[in-house]
DNA sequence: CTGAAAGCGCTTACAG
DNA sequence: CTGAAAGCGCTTACAG
């Protein structure tokens, strides 16, 4: 008997090609073609068929199809992250999302929470459920091997974080050149004393230590020793940030200028220059851009990745190799953007011997969000 | 020939349970005990499968599983809303998957940008790809009744925006009685000419119209006729919102108090307002949080919901239905919480007959971030 | 403790 | 233009 819809207990089941075929008075293999639109079934037939589908609300098992299909394709693809709920992290899943969608492939997300035993899991999950790719905001970790096993099998592309020698494409933010950008962007307005502060690298990130490289290097060729940059480590969190900037500014010797490598420590540079007041005296320019930052006064002038090109190249990259592509693995760099909004065009107020008697600029002034590409 | 892992073009075709089978010496079944841990396998033979297992790095194809398996689960979900890069949503997104992990069970995440067809659309393919269930942010429109549809085969919970009159679980936030703590909280503080700013409702939402209800019948509580409440309605992103507030502002009848319905609502309202260098006479309060807004000063006052908790609660219920609870549908409300931040414990300072006289109140130093949970 | 047979809902490769 | 047979990689229901 087909109709066992009224048997079986829980929610009638599903109708099948067979039942919609029943239905029709034609073959499943008629229905099929009907389904995925083959040629050669003749008008009549294809209505015939429209109408039973119609009756029975029949849907096709698109995993049931995958099966035995020829490319072996799922039309799935999986993202992993540190957490879906991270304002890059989540921007990139909308790029993403939206390229895979013309593609009519669904995106499984994930996130790790930097646990690089969940990382593991969740790539193993997925590659049980036969996604045609991952997309990987790697944990890091000492697990690496296991990313470039799945690699061997799967297309695998990194997001936002780079590959840590793995053998695949990465797609990243240019941090290197952004913090060259910022510190530059610190010098042309007079800075000499110029603090770096940063999270840690105990995750094995190369973001953090590319953004001081690109930081100090930038220093160093505008005659800026490295030894007269104060340092400000592994301030992981807004609150150590907050800490660790009081008391420097507080000290006999405060930078004129301050570079925060990434959002927390920028929130906390901030927090910590409005309660010693000098949130008008000494210049900011943080990586990574959130909301609210052009409502303060200043403005926070920051170097804004662009996570929405960052997660289409990363689908593009993806799509690429999972149509086929063996071109040697290669690691993408997305530029950022430098906005200043006011925090970062403040001019040295005290220490400044080389601009002695510089006023404040016009672009002090806070109001005027003038954008520049970095190169 | 079982091996033809050589001579399929295109990466080496995976192993299956037959190739373990082949190289440990046992039947398949044998392999698919192992696999899945069913008990009856002696100790060696479990050995010899795992050991073919790892030579061959051989992955349980999930999808070919589920096609036989008794209760017809495939361990996936689908959540669909705006947008995944909306800060709510990926909140409840992160919740969510949480929940599904500890049930193994994965998530499609996808993105209808209020647009009802694409909705639909999505909510099909899900379909077709035998999710358990969908966590859904309706973008409403006249399309419910394919909602209605949908939910008859698949369990479906509404989260953030209500059902629309179909007839499943609904997880939302208090907005009528956070709207209505919001104008307590003005009231309280001696405003009695309190303008509402929101968005329109022309997508049919019942969150727009319900804050707009909340906040009104407190003020008709305390005496406020709503022909002295001046409406802004329709602004529904921050410029638009900045343009009316602004306009507002300068009117002869301004308010000593702005209640602003959502976000963009609000980033408008705090912009017209430090324009016009009212940001510390007139009093605000918003409904929905967001970063920075306690550094601002004063710091912004906020009705903040509770994305993780309504998160949670839409994977409870799903998984409940999931689990073949027949319960009547019901709609869950989530508590908002009151931040006062400052903003909105600034007292009268023009047209304030009821309380002549009367100081800004300590509060209205904006430091102290007082939280009180709503009724 | 173990495995051969049947079948999940489709697609493929054919034969008419 | 149409459909019967075989098979995708597993699980189920049995029989040993």
């Known amino acids: 008997m087909l109709d066992t819809a009224h048997i079986t207990g829980s929610g009638r089941s599903r109708p099948t090609m067979r039942h919609v075929a029943a239905l029709a008075g034609v073959g499943i293999k008629t229905v099929s073609r009907v389904v995925n639109a083959e040629p050669n079934v003749s008008q009549e037939t294809v209505h015939r068929v429209r109408e039973a589908i119609e009756r029975l609300d029949y849907q096709p098992d698109l995993n049931a199809g995958n099966l035995k299909r020829a490319n072996g394709k799922t039309l799935t693809i ?31 997300a994930s996130s790790h929470g930097d646990d690089p035993i969940r990382e593991h899991a969740i790539m193993q999950a997925l590659q049980r459920r036969r996604v045609d790719g991952m997309i990987l905001t790697t944990a890091g970790g000492s697990c690496a091997y296991h990313a470039e096993g799945a690699a061997r099998r799967t297309p695998l592309v990194f997001v936002d974080r780079a590959s840590g020698g793995v053998g695949a494409d990465a797609v990243i933010s240019g941090d290197f050149t952004g913090a060259a950008h910022a510190a530059r962007h610190l010098l042309g307005h007079g800075h000499r004393r110029i603090a770096y502060c940063g999270p840690g690298d105990h995750l094995g990130f190369r973001s953090a230590r590319e953004r001081e490289r690109g930081f100090m290097e930038e220093l160093g060729r505008w005659g800026v020793p490295t030894t007269d940059v104060p340092v400000l480590q592994d301030l992981d969190d807004a609150e150590t940030a907050q800490n660790a900037v009081a008391t420097m500014v507080r000290s006999g010797s405060r930078p ?22 000098l949130h008008n005296s000494v210049a900011l320019v943080g990586f990574d851009d959130f909301a609210l930052t052009e409502i ?6 920051v170097v804004a990745p662009d996570p929405e090109r960052i997660g289409q190249m990363a689908a ?16 993408y760099v997305v530029p950022t953007t430098l906005i200043a909004r ?22 002090g002034q806070a109001a005027a969000v003038e954008r520049q590409r970095n190169r």
């Open 296 to 301: 303060l006064e200043p403005g926070v002038t």
């Open 342 to 363: 006011g925090s970062g065009e403040l001019w040295p107020k005290i220490d400044a011997p080389h601009r002695k008697g510089r006023r404040l600029s016009p672009h």
């Open 78 to 108: 999986g993202l992993v992250v540190e957490s879906v709920a991270n304002p890059i992290s989540s921007a990139i899943h909308r790029a993403i999302e939206q390229k895979a969608w013309e593609r009519d492939t669904a995106v499984f």
């Open 256 to 277: 004129t200028a301050i570079f925060t490598s990434h959002g927390p420590s920028t929130i906390g540079a901030i927090r910590a220059l409005r309660e010693a007041g």
């Open 316 to 331: 593009e990259r993806l799509f690429a190799r999972i149509d086929g592509s063996r071109a040697e693995p290669n690691t």
